[in-house]
């Protein structure tokens, strides 16, 4: 029973005095505002009979990633079910009750389709097209978001959300390879809508690919305002302007940020965690002393060890857990991991496939045993999309593997996994790369030293 539109002119069976706060909910989670969750609550207090805030109550929950959110889901998806019999939803909104059901099967991926059918119906859905967005990209199929979101900009001229959809599309132009095109997407989703934190991270993305750091810090200075109003998201973007100090070789501002932003909440959120171990392991390759940064963060990820709920989430715990040196926690983890079966679920799958080797991986090189940390690693990389995040986020692996097969001799083999990074940046080159490439020079040219100075010596013998 539709009672009024909302922002998107999608009918919601919602009476119009609550189209208001209904509307900032829908705002909210396309500019990951803080005050989302707060909207979202005050909505279903004084509209219970609206299906759709409890399945976006619902799904929100599995989004985090954390095992104590499923049993809320499955609340939310009980009062959501509750709430359509009492007040029959939209076609729409029963699209998202199903979806918040399939993945409480273990399904995402089949909740991503069943929402992307809703935006097949109407693609000026706002809501649909973000929901689409988020689950497809923990699920790590960024042409699959592409997809989504350039089947809809036909449909967005004059739409009052219409930067956030350019802002999603300029994010999987980045990590599709289609770099000037998402550049100059994302510069126009902040231009449409100042608040786009994920438009203005997708062109931050654009310039740490392209090896551009300076043009990134350039650009996202004296534009703090777009991702102030942020959730946590808000530190990821400090995570990317870390990054840019990073490749210029500024390793002082990069521990700064971490220290007055990244870290500012020591949360426990998976993706806080993400952020916090992949800067710490990034620096410590590059031969920076982080000094006791790892015993927060191991202590919050020794307690987060058992969730299993993602992949992505799994290997950063373990991340933090290598670098606090708590190597039985580690290896319990990692034993978890081993034990996880397709037969509980899709993420479960990625888990003990993906998942498992990249842990295999991490610990050799830990311990040590940089030939199996390259075996393992190498065979990883070549599938570690579906773990989800951004290439970004899953570089920190690719520099492991990297420094393994430095440490392990393997220096043509490690040459050829830096020239297809170059390759998969659209042949552009940043100071890591560089900075490889002239230390495998280095060893190279010491090991023809030595050969000569043996050849001479074996002469005057």
Same mark, same amino acid.
């Given at each position: 029973?539709?009672?009024?539109?909302?922002?998107?002119?999608?009918?919601?069976?919602?009476?119009?005095?609550?189209?208001?706060?209904?509307?900032?909910?829908?705002?909210?989670?396309?500019?990951?505002?803080?005050?989302? +969750?707060?909207? =979202?609550?005050? $909505?279903?207090?004084?509209? /219970?009979?609206? !299906? #759709? @805030?409890?399945?976006?109550?619902?799904?929100?929950?599995?989004?985090?990633?954390?095992?104590?959110?499923?049993?809320?889901?499955?609340?939310?998806?009980?009062?959501?079910?509750?709430?359509?019999?009492?007040?029959?939803?939209?076609?729409?909104?029963?699209?998202?009750?199903?979806?918040?059901?399939?993945?409480?099967?273990?399904?995402?991926?089949?909740? +991503?389709?069943? =929402?992307?059918? $809703?935006?097949?119906?109407? /693609?000026?859905? !706002? #809501? @649909?097209?973000?929901?689409?967005?988020?689950?497809?990209?923990?699920?790590?199929?960024?042409?699959?978001?592409?997809?989504?979101?350039?089947?809809?900009?036909?449909?967005?001229?004059?739409?009052?959300?219409?930067?956030?959809?350019?802002?999603?599309?300029?994010?999987?132009?980045?990590?599709t390879g289609e770099y000037a095109l998402a550049e100059r997407a994302g510069m126009r989703a902040v231009e449409l809508a100042p608040n786009d934190a994920w438009g203005l991270h997708a062109v931050a993305h654009v310039y740490d690919t392209t090896g551009r750091a300076q043009?990134?810090?350039?650009?996202?200075?004296?534009?703090?305002?777009?991702?102030?109003?942020?959730?946590?998201?808000?530190?990821?973007?400090?995570?990317?302007?870390?990054?840019?100090?990073?490749?210029?070789?500024?390793?002082?501002?990069?521990?700064?940020?971490?220290?007055?932003?990244?870290?500012?909440?020591?949360?426990?959120?998976?993706?806080?965690?993400?952020?916090?171990?992949?800067?710490?392991?990034?620096?410590?390759?590059?031969?920076?002393?982080?000094?006791?940064?790892?015993?927060e963060v191991a202590d919050l990820s020794d307690r987060r060890a058992g969730d299993g709920c993602l992949a992505f989430a799994d290997l950063h715990y373990l991340l933090a857990l290598i670098g606090g040196k708590r190597e039985g926690a580690a290896a319990r983890l990692i034993?978890?991991?081993?034990?996880?079966?397709?037969?509980?679920?899709?993420?479960?799958?990625?888990?003990?496939?993906?998942?498992?080797?990249?842990?295999?991986?991490?610990?050799?090189?830990?311990?040590?045993?940089?030939?199996?940390?390259?075996?393992?690693?190498?065979?990883?990389?070549?599938?570690?999309?579906?773990?989800?995040?951004?290439?970004?986020?899953?570089?920190?692996?690719?520099?492991?593997?990297?420094?393994?097969?430095?440490?392990?001799?393997?220096?043509?083999?490690?040459?050829?996994?830096?020239?297809?990074?170059?390759?998969?940046?659209?042949?552009?080159?940043?100071?890591?790369?560089?900075?490889?490439?002239?230390?495998?020079?280095?060893?190279?040219?010491?090991?023809?030293?030595?050969?000569?100075?043996?050849?001479?010596?074996?002469?005057?013998?």
């Amino acid at each position: 029973m539709i009672h009024a539109t909302d922002l998107s002119g999608i009918g919601v069976s919602l009476d119009r005095q609550h189209i208001p706060t209904w509307n900032r909910v829908v705002t909210g989670i396309l500019s990951h505002g803080e005050s989302t +969750a707060a909207d =979202l609550n005050e $909505v279903i207090a004084k509209a /219970p009979d609206f !299906a #759709l @805030a409890q399945a976006v109550r619902g799904l929100a929950c599995l989004l985090l990633g954390r095992p104590e959110m499923f049993a809320v889901a499955q609340e939310a998806y009980r009062e959501a079910l509750a709430a359509a019999k009492r007040l029959p939803p939209t076609a729409a909104e029963t699209g998202f009750i199903d979806a918040l059901g399939l993945w409480l099967q273990g399904c995402p991926s089949a909740a +991503a389709d069943r =929402l992307q059918r $809703v935006l097949d119906d109407d /693609p000026r859905d !706002a #809501l @649909a097209m973000k929901m689409v967005q988020a689950i497809q990209f923990v699920m790590g199929r960024p042409d699959v978001m592409r997809r989504s979101a350039e089947a809809l900009l036909p449909h967005w001229e004059g739409h009052a959300a219409k930067g956030y959809l350019l802002g999603c599309h300029a994010f999987t132009l980045e990590e599709t390879g289609e770099y000037a095109l998402a550049e100059r997407a994302g510069m126009r989703a902040v231009e449409l809508a100042p608040n786009d934190a994920w438009g203005l991270h997708a062109v931050a993305h654009v310039y740490d690919t392209t090896g551009r750091a300076q043009e990134g810090l350039d650009w996202l200075h004296g534009r703090e305002a777009s991702w102030a109003h942020c959730n946590n998201f808000r530190f990821h973007v400090w995570w990317h302007q870390a990054l840019m100090y990073l490749d210029l070789g500024d390793f002082d501002a990069a521990l700064d940020l971490y220290d007055t932003e990244i870290r500012r909440e020591k949360t426990d959120d998976y993706r806080d965690i993400a952020n916090a171990t992949s800067l710490l392991a990034r620096l410590e390759i590059e031969g920076i002393a982080v000094g006791d940064r790892w015993e927060e963060v191991a202590d919050l990820s020794d307690r987060r060890a058992g969730d299993g709920c993602l992949a992505f989430a799994d290997l950063h715990y373990l991340l933090a857990l290598i670098g606090g040196k708590r190597e039985g926690a580690a290896a319990r983890l990692i034993g978890n991991m081993a034990r996880a079966r397709a037969s509980d679920g899709e993420a479960k799958a990625i888990i003990g496939r993906n998942g498992h080797n990249t842990a295999l991986g991490l610990q050799a090189y830990a311990a040590g045993n940089y030939s199996a940390s390259w075996l393992h690693l190498r065979k990883a990389l070549s599938d570690l999309q579906v773990i989800g995040g951004s290439h970004a986020q899953r570089d920190v692996f690719t520099r492991i593997a990297i420094e393994a097969g430095l440490r392990g001799g393997y220096l043509d083999e490690t040459e050829n996994l830096l020239n297809e990074r170059i390759n998969a940046r659209g042949g552009h080159q940043d100071g890591y790369t560089g900075r490889r490439l002239e230390f495998l020079a280095s060893v190279r040219a010491s090991a023809r030293e030595t050969q000569i100075r043996s050849s001479g010596i074996e002469e005057a013998i």
